[in-house]
């Protein structure tokens, strides 16, 4: 079955850097697109990132242009979001997400708080 682990998260100060990556199984992950998704508390889970299945283009959220990077190595089954410049307002449970065949898929989440 597929299945999206997370890892990456933790505390970080404003102004710094994490990479969070999402190691997925289950399925020919060099096909699909995989995204990014992120929850803040209170708030619903917004787009963050997406890459299509080559990694030959990305999309971002407009709240994280500029700041951080979506990639995939299909070798390793593995997307990253490299974070950059990190603000409090990124702070948020931050969600790989695919969809194979019509169902959508998420991993359990990793923690990423922004605070000094």
């Known amino acids: 079955q597929v299945q999206l682990v997370e890892s990456g998260g933790g505390l970080v100060q404003p102004g710094g850097s994490l990479t969070l990556s999402c190691a997925a199984s289950g399925f020919t992950f060099s096909s699909y697109a995989m995204s990014w998704y992120r929850q803040a508390p209170g708030k619903e889970r917004e787009l963050v990132a997406v890459?299509?299945?080559?990694?030959?283009?990305?999309m971002y959220a407009d709240s994280v242009k500029g700041r951080f990077t979506i990639s995939r190595d299909n070798a390793k089954n593995t997307v990253y979001l490299q974070m950059n410049s990190l603000k409090p307002e990124d702070t948020a449970v931050y969600y790989c997400?695919?969809?194979?065949?019509?169902?959508?898929?998420w991993g359990q989440g990793t923690q990423v708080t922004v605070s000094s």
């Open positions: 997400n695919t969809r194979v065949r019509r169902v959508i898929h």
């Open positions: 890459i299509i299945s080559t990694g030959g283009s990305t």
